[in-house]
């Protein structure tokens, strides 16, 4: 079996991205991890995929004078690596219409929340703000609006009166960390495909 090739893009602690290269080192997985590229030098996940013998690239946006000049550079960057899928794993930067009509259908991103419901930041303080008794995490294929694309995979947790942003988002983490491996199954063995 060939194994569909995956890229990982973040930004941070990379927890993501750790859950979906433990899931691709098992032997029916039907998908590799051949890149992992940060914007963020100092992201941790970069550390894990080090030692994991994972490719590493760093693209700091800092040294571009543009968004359209940094996002021209990692569609090369990305290119070069030949990639089926490009995963979102906590980058955490907003991509311009050109690079995501570029990679659409091979795009796609995870995000704390259920979506339609708290697109955005801080969405573990503002659903428990906003009183809902159900929280979650969704895995979706990028298209240019943010937070809008056509969702692959979603998991609910409950809210409890006693949440903090902090213990929900744990709760939240660790089923994260089971969708996504899951939302790459499902696109590597090709039992969804994206349709405008
Ligand atoms: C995750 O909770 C992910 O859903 C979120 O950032 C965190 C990254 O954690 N992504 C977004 O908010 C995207 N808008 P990780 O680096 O430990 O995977």
């Not at 691709?24 to 550390?47: D, F, H, M, T, W």
């Amino acid at each position: 079996m060939l194994k569909k090739r995956v890229i990982i893009l973040i930004s941070g602690r990379g927890s993501n991205l750790q859950a979906i290269v433990n899931d691709s080192r098992n032997k029916n997985c039907p998908y590799q991890v051949v890149a992992v590229i940060s914007n963020n030098p100092l992201a941790e996940g970069l550390e894990f995929a080090a030692n994991n013998d994972i490719i590493t690239a760093i693209l700091n946006h800092k040294q571009f004078s543009s968004r359209e000049a940094f996002d021209q550079e990692l569609a090369k960057l990305i290119d070069g690596f030949q990639p089926d899928i490009i995963a979102l794993a906590g980058f955490m930067r907003i991509l311009t219409n050109d690079f995501v009509e570029y990679f659409k259908g091979r795009l796609i991103n995870i995000h704390p929340s259920l979506l339609p419901n708290f697109a955005g930041l801080h969405t573990h303080q503002r659903a428990i703000e906003a009183g809902v008794s159900e929280h979650g995490a969704t895995v979706h294929f990028v298209i240019t609006e943010v937070d809008a694309g056509q969702i692959i995979l979603q998991a609910k947790v409950p809210v409890l009166k006693t949440d903090t942003p902090e213990i929900l988002g744990a709760r939240v983490l660790e089923e994260e960390h089971r969708i996504y491996p899951q939302a790459l199954c499902l696109l590597a063995e090709n039992k969804i495909r994206f349709e405008n």
